[in-house]
């Protein structure tokens, strides 16, 4: 078992930025791909971005390329998510998770999500 705490979200203008962060604790942190999806009410939850275990690779959905990067640093158990340029469409509810699998990724353990709104 994976645990996972977002943090970060927030209220932020269009054009503003915001950090988030995942704070994972349990099985290593290090073995799992890592991701973040986001979910608006009454829609899919959408994929925003992925790392591989070891943080050679990532890959971005086109809604947010270019302005999210997506990091992680082992020896602190935490995965983060850089958002430059925000837009009014960005919000939803932000969502980590680790997974076996980089490429597609997919989630094995998730946390509850953190709320981003961003205001236009």
């Not at 988030?20 to 994929?47: H, I, M, N």
Request: proline share 2%; net charge positive; with cysteine.
């Amino acid at each position: 078992q994976v645990q996972l705490v977002e943090s970060g979200g927030g209220l932020v203008q269009a054009g503003g930025s915001l950090r988030l962060s995942c704070a994972a604790s349990g099985r290593t942190f290090g073995d799992y791909a890592v991701g973040w999806f986001r979910q608006v009410p009454g829609k899919a939850r959408e994929f925003v971005a992925a790392m591989s275990w070891n943080g050679v690779s990532t890959h971005y959905s086109d809604s947010v390329k270019g302005r999210f990067t997506i990091s992680r640093v082992n020896a602190r158990n935490t995965v983060y998510l850089q958002m430059n340029g925000l837009k009014p469409e960005d919000t939803a509810v932000y969502y980590c998770a680790v997974g076996s699998d980089y490429l597609p990724f997919s989630g094995d353990f998730w946390g509850l999500g953190t709320q981003v709104t961003v205001s236009s």
